[in-house]
């Protein structure tokens, strides 16, 4: 009878969240004045609206700040970070690994909501993106979940699923298609991930350790997100942060 109690009050619990979710979403931010906007428009107008949205901007110089402050929707919250600390080698590919990291904790210390969801400020959400994945995660009552990501290149498109690598066994897909309970908040990123020798990105180095603590992980084969080359460069991710690594360093500095 006991159990049987529980179990009606999870129920009642996973519905209730299912139709008046709260979700926290946060965007790590910084230089991305170019893109942020379309980043920030897709995450505001989804059919199921976040609760509150921290922009947490790593410092930046350009007019980041004046784009974001500009909304006059009530969710956004404009939190501005420095950069005055030492925190990881300053060369291009270090960068790529930890770049995220300090702004990233800082939104996951302010969050209030019952789940968490990450964009970074040159992604984009499908309109539906919090709504598939929400009922997906209390349908299966999964306590992080994720998706299909479009890449798209100067190549063509692609389409990364979970999988791709080999090595990674962890069932969890890009950090653009992340939707987990807030409970796991205080897990937070590794400035030091730069330092291990697998795993060594940011959101991989996370990714492994929810594995690892055993937390109830389901993925959505359905593209949520798009991400695609900033202006003036032809790729994505690692190969852009290589590519133009006088650039980045410059960008970073």
């Known amino acids: 009878m006991v ?6 009050k999870l129920d009642k619990f996973m519905v209730d969240n299912l139709h008046s979710p709260k979700v926290s979403a946060y965007i790590p931010s910084f230089n991305n004045q170019d893109t942020i906007e379309a980043s920030l428009h897709s995450l505001l107008n989804q059919t199921i609206s976040p609760a509150e949205v921290f922009v947490v901007d790593d410092g930046s110089t350009d007019h980041t700040e004046n784009i974001v402050r500009s909304s006059k929707d009530e969710r956004v919250k404009y939190i501005r970070g420095n950069r005055n600390k030492y925190r ?22 302010n969050v209030t909501g019952e789940w968490i969801a990450r964009i970074d400020d040159d992604d984009e959400w499908t309109e539906d993106h919090l709504q598939v994945l929400l009922d997906f995660a209390v349908k299966g009552q ?3 979940v994720s998706s299909d990501l479009l890449m798209k290149h100067h190549d ?7 999988g791709d690598d080999p090595k990674d066994n962890t069932g969890i897909g890009a950090t653009q298609t992340w939707l987990y309970k807030s409970c796991f908040r205080k897990m937070k990123y590794n400035i030091h991930c730069w330092r291990k020798s697998y795993f060594r990105v940011n959101d991989t180095d996370l990714q492994q350790r929810f594995f690892n603590a055993g937390v109830k ?13 900033r202006d003036g460069e032809k790729f994505i991710g690692s190969k852009a942060y290589i590519q133009h690594s006088e650039k980045y360093e410059k960008f970073y500095r």
């Open 3 to 8: 159990l049987y109690g529980a179990q009606a």
């Open 88 to 109: 990881y080698p300053s060369k291009s590919f270090y960068h790529w690994l930890a770049g995220p990291v300090e702004a990233a904790n800082i939104a996951l210390c």
């Open 142 to 144: 999964y306590e992080f």
């Open 156 to 162: 063509g498109d692609r389409v990364v699923t979970v």
């Open 217 to 229: 992980i389901g993925y959505l084969k359905k593209v949520t997100a798009m991400i695609e080359p």
